[in-house]
């Protein structure tokens, strides 16, 4: 998880100019408070397969996970800015 002040297309336009460096990632999530935000990134190799995301709140990004045995794992990531 990265402490961002980026928005979608700039993610999109940096994982695009750097792609050597996020080939070994799936594409990044973000979730976005007014300026400033959190992206996921998430290795291929993990053992963990993305099966989804959603906003819970505009400060809380939920990401679904499935290993190879159909183990589910759940993890919620709660941005609150220091202001």
Known sequence: MLDTHI?????????KNNKQTFQDFHD???????????????????????VG?????????SIQFKSSSNQ???IAFVYNPND
């Open 7 to 15: 928005n979608q297309e700039e993610v999109d336009m940096m994982v």
């Open 28 to 50: 990044p999530i973000l979730i976005l408070i007014q300026t400033q935000g959190i992206m996921v990134l998430l290795r291929k190799s993990c053992p963990f397969k993305l």
């Open 72 to 74: 589910e794992l759940e």
């Open 53 to 61: 995301h959603k906003d819970v709140t505009s400060k809380c990004l």
